[in-house]
């Protein structure tokens, strides 16, 4: 079974910065849309930030507009998350998916951070 | 606050049946034929159950099934067996988001 693998989670104090970075195959990653999703403790899925395959479009959920900044190299088949100002309630697991018309058909194990 | 709401457990014994709902509004669910829905094992990458509403993702057994009626969707699963003890999450395109919203995720348990 595919999955994407996930790294660069850790502990960091509020207001720190910390980059997340996703490794794909690189037959599944050079021509998809990819998405970064969190689940913080007890809490649900969210959509954090999402990228087309060019990378030069890029979509953020509210609650990180202009502190996140996702980007991609597909010359190394690699998905990334720059992530700062970072507070409390970003302490979450972040998984990588590959999206499809609307959905994830792709993901990986997660990375945890924890602010 | 979840864009969707799904109840935050089911439960059923083993060989029954449980149906999952999940709830969005005109501007979700009600519009769109893009529900999905997923399984979260702990440590496990998540998994793609169903997708487009009903359609199954590749491997996933035919007692899962999905379906939708007005702004709910639901996820049944059928012969419950004890690997299907998860979390499950349902999501959909929504009108005006460039991105997919999700439930706030049902803890499944077969007891």
């Known amino acids: 079974e595919v999955e994407l693998v996930e790294s660069g989670g850790?502990?960091?104090q509020p207001g720190g910065s910390l980059r997340l970075s996703c490794a794909a195959?690189?037959?599944?990653f050079n021509i998809h849309f990819m998405t970064w999703v969190r689940r913080a403790p007890g809490k649900?899925?969210?959509?954090?930030a999402k990228t087309n395959p060019d990378g030069r479009d890029k979509w953020y959920a509210d609650s990180v507009k202009g502190r996140f900044t996702i980007s991609r190299d597909n010359s190394k088949n690699s998905l990334y998350l720059e992530m700062d100002?970072?507070?409390?309630?970003d302490s979450a697991v972040y998984y990588c998916a590959k999206e499809e018309w609307w959905h994830f058909d792709i993901w990986g194990r997660g990375t945890m951070v924890t602010v | 606050q979840s864009a969707l709401t799904q109840p935050p457990s089911a439960s059923g014994s083993p060989g029954q049946s449980v149906t999952i709902s999940c709830t969005g509004t005109s501007s979700d669910i009600g519009v769109y034929d893009y529900v999905s829905w997923y399984q979260l094992h702990p440590g496990k990458a998540p998994k793609l159950m169903i997708y487009e509403v009903n359609k199954r993702s590749s491997g996933v057994?035919?007692?899962?099934?999905?379906s939708k009626s007005g702004n709910t969707a639901s996820l049944t699963v059928s012969?419950?067996?004890p690997e299907d003890e998860a979390d499950f999450?349902?999501?959909?395109h929504a009108?005006?988001?460039?991105?997919?919203v999700f439930g706030g995720g049902t803890k499944l348990t077969v007891l």
Not at chain 1, 25 to 28: A, C, E, L, R, V
Not at chain 1, 44 to 48: A, D, I, K, M, N
Not at chain 2, 95 to 100: D, M, R, Y
């Open chain 1, 10 to 12: 850790g502990l960091v």
């Open chain 1, 25 to 28: 195959p690189g037959n599944i």
């Open chain 1, 44 to 48: 649900g899925l969210e959509s954090v």
């Open chain 1, 85 to 89: 100002s970072l507070s409390v309630e």
């Open chain 2, 61 to 66: 057994p035919d007692r899962f099934s999905g």
């Open chain 2, 79 to 81: 012969g419950l067996q």
């Open chain 2, 89 to 92: 999450y349902c999501a959909s």
């Open chain 2, 95 to 100: 009108a005006g988001n460039s991105v997919v």
